[in-house]
């Protein structure tokens, strides 16, 4: 069983068009990240959800806007998407509390073009 | 502002010996401390976590050190095996409300020769 999934696993698409990312956790935890990776492999979180709620939210464009309908799903979409969005995204979850691992999904390769 | 980087953004190692990934924080008040692991096309993958008021811990083939002294990490691996290749992160842990903050290192590519 998947723990952490994500779709699509590839998007391709052109500048100015909305998109969003699905991801979906099955391991019953209450926290919910999304993470940027970049073509240099950095990797820098950008959203948390705990319990549907937004707990942490770093500089990202407001083109950005993550949903979470329920404890098991943190979706991400992205409005007039830029070239500079191409990238992998990851979503990730973990037990509440602040101090537990993070599971990661398996990423969403972004390529605008 | 705060940081967590490695020395060596490649490492090259032979199949059987051991390998040392470093990784250095900034952050004083960081009590928690995780390294990841990535193959290609895939998520980072959890391999071993530390707490500040431990110096070593241990799992199978991997061990990591942390001196707070000096703010270093380290990741262990013993008798490196193919399927160790892979790009190794640490991460550095603060908590974010209920939420944990992980803010991640440049990483390093550990590559094993035959």
């Known amino acids: 069983d998947t723990a952490v999934s994500q779709t699509p696993k590839y998007l391709v698409t052109q500048m100015g068009n909305d998109k969003s990312i699905k991801c979906e956790q099955n391991?019953?935890?209450?926290?919910m990240y999304w993470y940027k990776q970049d073509s240099k492999k950095f990797l820098k979180i950008m959203f948390s959800?705990?319990?549907?709620?937004?707990?942490i939210n770093e500089t990202v464009p407001n083109r950005f806007s993550p949903k979470s309908p329920d404890k098991a799903h943190l979706n991400l979409h992205i409005n007039s998407l830029e070239l500079g969005d191409s990238a992998v995204y990851f979503c990730?979850?973990?037990?509440?509390?602040?101090?537990?691992?993070?599971?990661f999904g398996p990423g969403t390769r972004l390529t605008v073009t | 502002g705060e940081s967590v980087g490695l020395h060596l953004p490649t490492l090259s190692v032979q199949e059987g010996d051991n390998s040392i990934i470093n990784c250095a924080y900034s952050n004083s008040a960081s009590d928690y401390f995780i390294w990841y692991k990535q193959e290609s096309g895939k998520g980072p993958q959890f391999i071993i976590d530390i707490r500040s008021n431990m110096d070593k811990r241990q799992g199978q083939r991997v061990t990591v050190l942390l001196n707070k002294t000096v703010k270093h990490l380290s990741l262990q691996i013993a008798a490196t095996q193919p399927g160790d290749s892979a790009v190794y992160f640490c991460a550095e842990n603060r908590k974010a409300g209920t939420a944990s903050k992980l803010t991640f290192g440049t990483g390093t590519r550990l590559q094993v020769t035959l």
């Open positions: 990730a979850s973990s037990l509440a509390g602040g101090t537990y691992e993070q599971y």
């Open positions: 391991l019953g935890h209450d926290t």
């Open positions: 959800y705990n319990n549907k709620e937004l707990i």
